[in-house]
Structures are given as structure tokens and as C-alpha cells.
């Protein structure tokens, strides 16, 4: 032993930090159109190279490519197109707002709507989503109405969660939308137990959840995919890699080592790695996941590789931890540039259109906004104090009741 | 009360190699409430780093890294995501040395904000502190002003047996008296700002009065305590408000002399009621001092439900709950 190394203790750290250069040539995306497409009866082991690659559809000339390519009409992607304009629209509206005071807390999807958006449009609204805070596009794309969402952010009296939950919680059942938890990662496991009951009635429905890159780190993260190994479970277990838990890069939920989609193929389940800044490699590889789960071939792993480009939520601010240019360098560049030129490649869209849409979209956020705070803002309006106690039990116990007595509502 | 938590991280990183800080965002960026801010710069990164956000992952470390020989101080980011490390907490670390007979122990000290009055909903304002003080083995700690807070961090740190920190947000940048409408008082302007450099000890298990008074006496801390002072000028009563600063283990002794002396308690925490650290305190005051009691002992404490966004401060247990709580002891 006397020749032993000498341990040291690694800890990971980013490329850059503020004042540092942005250099993201390392992650030069591959080609569009490069990985196939298997049969969705496919084993996890032949999906490495999907785990560890990238599927993409569109080029940098904004064709759609490859085997990958779900050759939507132009319908779909324009209403996909819309949808993600109205969510980063809503974004800068509710941010500026928390900003005013008129609320306490707001989150931003800005630079990963495609992930929610994509998804939304792919499966029907029977299906059962656990979204995480960040997935508003999926609300959005599937049309529930902005006053309501602007009603639950500013907890006013026609509030769906009646004052109890902070900004950015929404609850939508009959949109297939889970109420969102504020404990991250909790509803990984609780989408496959959905999709487990689905599988357990005869039902037809498949399940979809999603988890941030920090947050895979989490127990509940890989108790989701020993589940719905196990029991096969007709779940989507969607993994949303923005780079950045707060000011915690990548690395520190062990992406150094691997690719978060590789995860999957240690317990056996089919993985795919996606460029999520690409509308149609999303709605693809969603749409590939669906149909396994409905052939009752089980769970599929789907890492979006993208960027967080707005703060963490009104309470931070990421110039303390990395350099401001990351954004605008991001190499898969924007979710909503992208499929624009797409689009406009197709000629099924202009840039007079592209405009008069961005405008028609801040209007229909602004006019939403105006009926929501006619209602009233955070402390102007709210749902009556006793509805505080309600809820806890279905029945109200005795000693609930006797607290609000006491309360005096 | 930040830069008090932070000094005394400072001088115990330079005192001692085997102290080492981790927890989720607390490195380069230094904690989101900044508690951690340039102890990485400082002393290195691998004496004050990130953690992957797995909370029961994090406290597992500790206790590893304990049984070792070092003293891991964690962050738990806020209270209300403690419970993935619940059962490394309650099954591990405060059993480690009684299942071994003392062969293993780890003295890890958990820190974690708690506490309501920032609209945080029920994800960042939760006191889950009685489901550590029902816990063998584990100690648990609430400061409620700076000089405590670095005195009381340092002795938890030092402690050998692993130490439940909780620490009062609504705190971490004033003092907070529970009169909301009120502007905002810095620390500055408080006798208990006043935080000696260097090393100093506050040690665990010893209560403080944080008011001498005759009439009734207050149990109270963290937030509580301020607003136990605000609540008792307020119904203009000659309230003995003690700061109870360790839960467990429990400074029993001045307690007792103080609802000796007064014969009359009330009992204030933010926590929900029902088996909250409260129930405790009554039984024991009950116990003890029974004889001595004029009144029935009173309880202030959050509603049994989850903290609601909308509804802060009628969840809250204010200055006027607590004063209307101290008048209806003093006529009873
Ligand atoms: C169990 C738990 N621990 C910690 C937190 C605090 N927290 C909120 S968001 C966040 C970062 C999450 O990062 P990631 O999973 O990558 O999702 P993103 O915010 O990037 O979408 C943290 C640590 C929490 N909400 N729940
Ligand atoms: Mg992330």
C-alpha cells in the first residue's frame, strides 16, 4: 500500500462562468436527418446510438429531413407555430407583472416552448400529462383559456386553485393536465402508477411526464423508470435537459459522465435523445412513444436537449452564475425561428405573417390580461377565506371547523 | 442574520479542515439565500459545494461522510423539500450511534430556511420542525436573531450528534414582529445585530429571555419570538416571553421558573397545531407546573392545513391572535 494514490475529491464545474467566454463548439449538433427510426417493437439496447445522438428533423436551411421527418401539414405546425408564440407572449406578460407587483412568483418557458407545445399537439387530451412547472406550453397549445391561467397567477377570486397554490401551479383535469407539484420529480413515479391503472383497466390511454435535468437526480426519478420497466407501463417519461437546475450546471446531475436519455437503457427501456429546440424532432419522437405505449410495448425515455434561456424563475438571476451571451450561442438555436423558417421554406408562411401573428398574439395575451385583473391581482381579489379549510379532508373535521370558527370566516 | 450564518460557516471552514459545506446551489453561487455567498471563493471548491438536487442523497452523504470523521454542514434549500432525506434522517442519522453502540456516530448539521411570511405557498413556508423533535437521537435547533444564529450554528456544528438547523427566512434579513403592513426593519437597528467576529459559542439546550415580565409567560421561537414581543406589547400585558432557541434538547429548567413565577402560559409557533412541538411544551409546562397555573395553558399556532398562497396572513399566527390569546388567559 505504500505506492497508494492519493485520493482527491472531483467536483464538477462549468465550461464558463460570468466574464468567461461562451465557446459551445463541443456541442456541435449532428446533421439533421442522420439516425433512423426504429420499429417502435424495438429493444432498449438498440437504441443507443438514439440515446447518446440526436434526432433531428430540421436543417439549418429549415427543411425537415430524415426518417424522423412526421410530415405534418402546414395546419399543424401553424398551430404549433401560434402556440408557441402565445406561451412566450403569456411568459413576458406574467413576468413583467410579478416585476409590477401584481404577483409573487412567475417561471418562464422561454427557448424550450417546443417541448410542451410538440407534445400537446401529438397526443389527445384523454391522455394524462404531470408536467412540471415549465411545461405552461402544453396548457396553452391545447387552448385552456389565458384568463384562467392569469387567474390562478394572480390567486384572485375566480382562482381554479382557490388561493392555495403559489403562481405557475396549474391543475386543468379535463385538459390531461396533473396538478403540478412544487416537490421536483414527484410526479415521475406517479405518471407510470396513471399509466399502470390505464394498463390495469383494458383503458386506451397512455400517460406522459416530465422531470428537469437537476431533478433526475432525485430517488423518485429512477424509481419511475424501475416501475415502468417492471411493469411495462404505457408512460412517456420525458426528461427536459435545459443545462441549468437555478445556478447548478448539467453536470451536477451526472451528465458528465453520460447522456441523461442513456439513463433509460440501464433499465431496459427504449431511449431517444432529441433536439428539443426542433418542433417536429419533438412531435416525432413523441408520437414514436405513443404508439409503443398504445401497442402495449411500454415506456420510452426521451431526453430534449435545449436551453433554459430566461432566469430560473422572478427570483433569480443568472448572470451571477453564467455568462449572459449563452443564450443568443446556443447551437440548436430557437424554437419558434426554426420552425418559422421552416415554414416560410415550405412556403406555407411569410414574414408579414410571421409579424402580424407575433402582434396578434401579445394583443390576445394583453386582452386576457385585462379581463383577469379586472377580476383583480395578487391582494386585490382573492377566493373567501374559508375556503382555506376546505379541501384538506373531503369532509371537514371537527377541528377545522372549529379553527375557522375561531378565524371568524 | 445572513452575514451572521455565514460568519460562522467562515470561521468553522478556517478552523477546521474536516468541516466541508454542500448542498443545492450553495457553491459558486452561494445559496439562493446567499448564506453560502464567497465561502467557495474563499476556502475551495471542495470545501464548499453543489449538490445534486437529491435531498436524501445529500444527507446520505453526510452521514458517510461523518461515520468518516468529518463535520458535513448541508443545505437543505428549503424545509419544505427536507422529506426525500426523511428516512436517512430519522432511520440513519439519529440512530447510527445507538444501533452501533458508539462504534459509528455523524455529527452532520442540517440547515434549512423555514417558515411562512413570504408568500411562498405551501412549497416554501412549511415548519416541519416536530417531525424531527419526535425523533431519537436527532437535536433541533431554531434561532431567532443573529448573535444566536452564529453561536447556535457553531455549537450544532461542533456537536457530535447530528443537529436539525432551522432557520427562520422571514428572519434571514430583519427582524419580523408579524405586523405586516409595517415597512421593513433591517437587523441593523436591532441590540441582537450586534455579531462579534471570530469564534463563539451559543450553546444548545439553553433558553433565552427574550422579555422579563411577570404576568404571563410566552414560549416562543424562531419568527415567533418577535411577534410574541410585538403580540404582548400590544394587549399591553407583562409578558415573560422566553426564546426557546433549542427544541431538543429542551431548556426545561427555565421554563419551569418562569410559569412558576408568572403561573400563566401561551404557547406560540407558525407550525400546524395538531402534534406540533406545542403539544409538547403543554404536557411538560402541565407536568411540571401545575400547581403554579392560574389559567389553562393557550396554544397559537398555524391552522391545520397547508400554507395557502392567497391567505398568508390570516394563516400566520400574528400579533393579534397571540394578544387575544394572552387576554383570555389573563381573565381566566
Ligand atoms: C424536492 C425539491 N428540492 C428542491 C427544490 C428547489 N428547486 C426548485 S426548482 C429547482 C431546480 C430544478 O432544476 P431542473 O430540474 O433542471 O428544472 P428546470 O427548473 O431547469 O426546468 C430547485 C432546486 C424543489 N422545488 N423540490
Ligand atoms: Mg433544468
Known amino acids: 500500500m505504500t505506492n497508494a494514490t492519493k485520493l482527491s475529491l472531483h467536483v464538477p464545474a462549468p465550461k464558463a462562468r460570468p466574464g468567461d467566454p461562451v465557446d459551445f463548439s463541443p456541442l456541435t449538433p449532428p446533421p439533421a436527418g442522420a439516425l433512423g427510426r426504429p420499429d417502435i417493437a424495438v429493444h432498449a439496447e438498440d437504441t443507443r446510438d438514439h440515446a447518446r445522438g440526436l434526432i433531428r428533423v430540421l436543417n439549418d436551411e429549415g427543411e425537415a429531413v430524415g426518417a424522423w421527418n412526421p410530415r405534418l401539414n402546414a395546419e399543424v405546425l401553424r398551430e404549433g407555430l401560434r402556440a408557441m408564440m402565445l406561451t412566450r407572449a403569456f411568459d413576458d406578460r406574467m413576468f413583467r407583472m410579478q416585476r409590477q407587483g401584481k404577483t409573487s412568483f412567475y417561471m418562464k418557458c422561454t427557448g424550450e416552448e417546443a417541448v410542451a407545445c410538440a407534445a400537446a399537439l401529438a397526443l389527445p387530451r384523454d391522455d394524462m400529462c404531470f408536467p412540471t412547472y415549465r411545461q405552461q406550453g402544453m396548457l396553452i397549445a391545447r387552448a385552456y383559456p389565458l384568463v384562467r391561467m392569469m387567474n390562478h397567477i394572480y390567486s384572485n377570486a375566480a382562482d381554479p386553485n382557490r388561493g392555495r397554490q403559489m403562481p405557475v401551479h396549474y391543475t386543468a383535469k379535463a385538459y390531461g393536465f396533473f396538478s403540478i407539484s412544487g416537490n421536483l420529480a414527484t410526479q415521475f413515479p406517479q405518471a407510470v402508477g396513471w399509466a399502470m391503472a390505464s394498463a390495469y383497466k383494458g383503458d386506451t390511454r397512455i400517460a406522459t411526464a416530465y422531470i428537469g435535468d437537476g431533478s433526475t437526480s432525485e430517488g423518485d426519478f429512477h424509481q419511475a423508470l424501475t416501475f415502468a420497466s417492471v411493469y411495462r407501463a404505457p408512460v412517456i417519461l420525458n426528461i427536459v435537459n435545459n443545462q441549468w437546475a437555478i445556478s447548478s450546471f448539467q453536470g451536477f446531475a451526472g451528465a458528465g459522465e453520460s447522456t441523461f436519455a442513456a439513463r433509460g437503457l440501464g433499465y431496459g427501456l427504449p431511449s431517444l435523445r432529441v433536439d428539443g429546440n426542433d418542433f417536429l424532432a419533438v412531435f416525432a419522437a413523441t408520437q414514436w412513444a405513443a404508439e409503443r405505449a398504445r401497442a402495449n410495448l411500454g415506456a420510452t425515455v426521451i431526453e430534449h436537449y435545449t436551453y433554459r434561456a430566461a432566469p430560473h424563475s422572478t427570483s433569480d438571476d443568472p448572470t451571477r452564475y453564467r455568462p449572459a451571451e449563452e443564450a443568443e450561442k446556443w447551437p440548436l438555436g430557437d424554437p419558434i425561428e426554426r420552425l418559422k423558417k421552416h415554414l416560410i421554406a415550405r412556403g406555407e408562411w411569410s414574414e408579414a405573417k410571421h409579424k402580424a401573428l407575433d402582434k396578434q398574439v401579445v394583443e390576445e395575451v394583453r386582452a386576457a390580461g385585462k379581463e383577469s385583473e379586472a377580476i383583480g391581482t395578487l391582494g386585490q381579489s382573492r377566493p373567501s377565506v374559508k375556503e382555506m379549510f376546505e379541501d384538506v379532508y373531503k369532509d371537514q373535521p371537527w377541528h377545522l371547523r372549529r379553527q375557522r370558527q375561531e378565524l371568524g370566516v | ?332
Not at chain 2, 448539521?109 to 417558515?115: K, M
Not at chain 2, 471570530?198 to 419570538?225: E, N, Q, S
Not at chain 2, 393557550?298 to 398568508?312: C, I, K, L, M
Open chain 2, 1 to 332: 442574520m445572513v452575514q451572521a450564518l455565514n460568519s460562522a460557516l467562515d470561521v468553522m471552514l478556517a478552523r477546521d479542515p474536516d468541516v466541508l459545506i454542500f448542498g443545492e446551489d450553495v457553491g459558486y453561487f452561494g445559496g439562493v439565500f446567499r448564506v453560502t455567498d464567497g465561502l467557495q471563493k474563499k476556502h475551495g471548491l471542495t470545501r464548499c459545494f453543489d449538490a445534486p438536487i437529491a435531498e436524501g442523497g445529500i444527507v446520505a452523504a453526510a452521514i458517510g461522510m461523518g461515520a468518516y470523521g468529518l463535520r458535513p454542514v448541508v443545505e437543505i434549500q428549503f424545509a419544505d423539500y427536507i422529506y426525500p432525506a426523511y428516512d436517512q434522517l430519522v432511520s440513519e442519522a439519529a440512530r447510527l450511534r445507538y444501533r452501533s453502540a458508539g462504534d459509528f456516530f455523524a455529527p452532520l448539521t442540517v440547515r434549512t430556511p423555514y417558515g411562512g411570511g413570504i408568500f411562498g405557498g405551501q412549497t416554501h413556508s412549511q415548519s416541519p420542525e416536530a417531525l424531527f423533535t419526535h425523533v431519537a437521537g436527532l437535536k433541533t435547533v431554531v434561532p431567532s436573531n443573529p448573535h444566536d444564529a452564529k453561536g447556535l450554528l457553531i455549537a450544532a456544528i461542533e456537536d457530535d450528534d447530528p443537529v436539525m438547523f432551522f432557520e427562520p427566512k422571514r428572519l434571514y434579513n430583519g427582524p419580523f414582529d408579524g405586523w405586516h403592513d409595517k415597512p421593513v426593519e433591517p437587523w441593523s437597528k436591532h441590540p441582537a445585530s450586534d455579531v462579534p467576529e471570530g469564534h463563539y459559542v451559543v450553546p444548545l439546550g439553553k433558553a433565552a429571555i427574550a422579555r422579563a415580565g411577570a404576568d404571563v409567560t410566552i414560549l416562543a421561537y424562531g419568527t415567533m419570538v418577535h411577534v410574541a414581543l410585538a403580540a404582548a406589547a400590544h394587549a399591553e400585558v407583562d409578558a415573560e416571553v422566553i426564546d426557546l432557541r433549542t427544541l431538543v434538547p429542551l431548556d426545561l429548567e427555565s421554563i419551569v421558573a418562569s410559569v412558576e413565577k408568572t403561573g400563566r402560559c401561551v404557547i406560540v409557533h407558525e407550525a400546524t397545531r395538531t402534534s406540533g412541538f406545542g403539544a409538547e411544551l403543554a404536557a411538560l409546562v402541565q407536568e411540571h407546573c401545575f400547581y403554579a397555573l392560574e389559567a389553562p395553558i393557550a396554544r397559537v399556532a398555524g391552522w391545520d392545513t397547508p400554507y395557502p398562497h392567497a391567505f398568508e396572513w390570516e394563516y400566520f399566527p400574528g400579533p393579534k391572535r397571540v394578544a387575544d390569546a394572552l387576554r383570555a388567559v389573563m381573565a381566566a
